[in-house]
T-cell receptor, first 116, second 112 residues
Framework: AQTVTQSQPEMSVQEAETVTLSCTYD???????LFWYKQPPSRQMILVIR??????QNATENRFSVNFQKAAKSFSLKISDSQLGDTAMYFC?????????????FGQGTTLQVKP | SQTIHQWPATLVQPVGSPLSLECTVE??????LYWYRQAAGRGLQLLFY??????ISSEVPQNLSASRPQDRQFILSSKKLLLSDSGFYLC???????????FGEGSWLTVV
């Protein structure tokens, strides 16, 4: 089965510091899309950042950036200058391109606590 | 961007009772639609997806069913709920090709 693995169930960081969340995945496709979603206590799923595997350059969205290592099938999320509002569960996901349905395969999530 | 309306937000149902969760989408046409379940605050499991009206694919064997009677309407149903059906259900919409998948606000189902 093609899977997405997040090996850190819980993490914490001090406000204003930097934290990195890990994600590895399995795929046999040459081009695919990777995502990080955030789920705050409200439970609303919010897209944080996306990366196309074809592109070598790591995606960046303000304080959020990724370290995409295609050969290693690794897709980590770095949050800089952490804020209290970043407290949430973070999910790594890969789009299943084999079926052309756009469905996402999710990891088990990492709960991030930002401490004041 | 798309807006996903999902209801009811919270539901407490006895074992053996029927279920209907509804989801409608605004801001797009002919989307791919998905039902995910999130148990115990962990990862999301895909239950059903649909690429068009009347087209439903099931990802896991279960007590639930889905229907898509209109282009932007997606319904999750059960004839007889089990305790194991409890969880947080999310409806989602997307167009594939790496584009953003948008999620509804979710429905909490507790089977008692």
């Amino acid at each position: 089965a093609q899977t997405v693995t997040q090996s850190q169930p819980e993490m914490s960081v001090q406000e204003a510091e930097t934290v990195t969340l890990s994600c590895t995945y399995d795929t046999s496709e040459s081009n695919y899309y990777l995502f990080w979603y955030k789920q705050p206590p409200s439970r609303q799923m919010i897209l944080v950042i996306r990366q196309e595997a074809y592109k070598q350059q790591n995606a960046t969205e303000n304080r959020f950036s990724v370290n995409f290592q295609k050969a290693a099938k690794s897709f980590s999320l770095k949050i800089s200058d952490s804020q209290l509002g970043d407290t949430a569960m973070y999910f790594c996901a890969r789009e299943d391109g084999s079926s052309n349905t756009g469905k996402l395969i999710f990891g088990q999530g990492t709960t991030l606590q930002v401490k004041p | 961007s798309q807006t996903i309306h999902q209801w009811p937000a919270t539901l407490v149902q006895p074992v053996g009772s029927p279920l209907s969760l509804e989801c409608t989408v605004e801001g797009t046409s002919n989307p791919n639609l998905y039902w995910y379940r999130q148990a115990a605050g962990r990862g999301l499991q895909l239950l059903f997806y649909s690429v068009g009206i009347g087209q439903i694919s099931s990802e896991v064997p279960q007590n639930l069913s889905a229907s898509r009677p209109q282009d932007r309407q997606f319904i999750l149903s059960s004839k007889k709920l089990l305790l194991s059906d409890s969880g947080f259900y999310l409806c989602a919409s997307g167009t594939g090709g790496g584009n953003t998948i948008y999620f509804g606000e979710g429905s909490w189902l507790t089977v008692v």
